[in-house]
T-cell receptor
C-alpha cells in the first residue's frame, strides 16, 4: 500500500530533551515536506526537500532540523524542544515539486512540557 | 502572491442538509485550487482539485466545487450531509514562487448534527 508513515504518533517530552520524528514514504517521491498544524493557523511548512541531500527552510523553520540521506526518509529533529513547539506535525510527499498533490502521513502529536 | 481565505472556522449542518464551505482565493495568475479533508486523528487527503479544465469539479464522497473567476471563489458543496462528513476541510492554492507547491487556508471544521 502506497503510504507515508510517521513515528511516533504521540509523544510527550520535556523542555530541552532532543527528539526525532521519523517520516518514510514508499512511493519513490522526490519531494518531501514537514508541516505543523495549530488551531486557527492551518498548516505551516517547516522544512522541505526537493530530493536527496537537498533541503531548505519553509515558513517556520526555527528550532527544527531535517536531513534527507535517502529518498524515502525525511526525519524531523528538535534539538532542544520548547513548549511553543507543542503541535500536530505532518509529513507529506509528492512525486516532484510541480506535481501539486501531496500525500500526508497520519500525524504526530507532540507535547513539550 | 497566492493565498486563500476560508470563511467560517466552524460550520454546523443537520444530517441530510446542504453542505457549503466557502473559500476565496487571491492569485496574480490563473490558479490551481484544491480541497483537502482531515478526518479525526488522520492526515489530510485530497478531496478534489481544479487545474483549469472544467469549472465544476467533482471529488470523492459526493463533494463538488465550482471555480468562479469573477468571484475569485472555489466553494465546496455537497447536497446531503452524512454523519461521516464531520471533519476539517482545507482549501489550498498553488504558490508559484517559493518552495512549496501549496498554500493552505486555516481550515473549516464541519459538524453534522443527527
Amino acid at each position: 500500500e502506497a503510504q507515508v508513515t510517521q513515528n511516533p504518533r504521540y509523544l510527550i517530552t520535556v523542555t530541552g530533551k532532543k527528539l526525532t520524528v521519523t517520516c518514510s514514504q514508499n512511493m519513490n517521491h522526490e519531494y518531501m515536506s514537514w508541516y505543523r498544524q495549530d488551531p486557527g493557523l492551518g498548516l505551516r511548512q517547516i522544512y522541505y526537500s526537493m530530493n536527496v541531500e537537498v533541503t531548505d527552510k519553509g515558513d517556520v523553520p526555527e528550532g527544527y532540523k531535517v536531513s534527507r540521506k535517502e529518498k524515502r526518509n525525511f526525519p524531523l529533529i528538535l534539538e532542544s524542544p520548547s513548549p511553543n513547539q507543542t503541535s500536530l506535525y505532518f509529513c507529506a510527499s509528492s512525486p516532484w515539486l510541480g506535481s501539486y498533490e501531496q500525500y500526508f502521513g497520519p500525524g504526530t502529536r507532540l507535547t513539550v512540557t | 502572491a497566492q493565498s486563500v481565505t476560508q470563511l467560517g472556522s466552524h460550520v454546523s449542518v443537520s444530517e441530510g442538509a446542504l453542505v457549503l464551505l466557502r473559500c476565496n482565493y487571491s492569485s496574480s495568475v490563473p490558479p490551481y485550487l484544491f480541497w483537502y479533508v482531515q478526518y479525526p486523528n488522520q492526515g489530510l487527503q485530497l478531496l478534489l482539485k481544479y487545474t483549469s479544465a472544467a469549472t465544476l469539479v467533482k471529488g470523492i464522497n459526493g463533494f463538488e466545487a465550482e471555480f468562479k473567476k469573477s468571484e475569485t471563489s472555489f466553494h465546496l458543496t455537497k447536497p446531503s450531509a452524512h454523519m461521516s462528513d464531520a471533519a476539517e476541510y482545507f482549501c489550498a492554492v498553488i504558490r508559484i514562487s517559493g518552495n512549496t507547491p501549496l498554500v493552505f487556508g486555516k481550515g473549516t471544521r464541519l459538524s453534522v448534527i443527527a
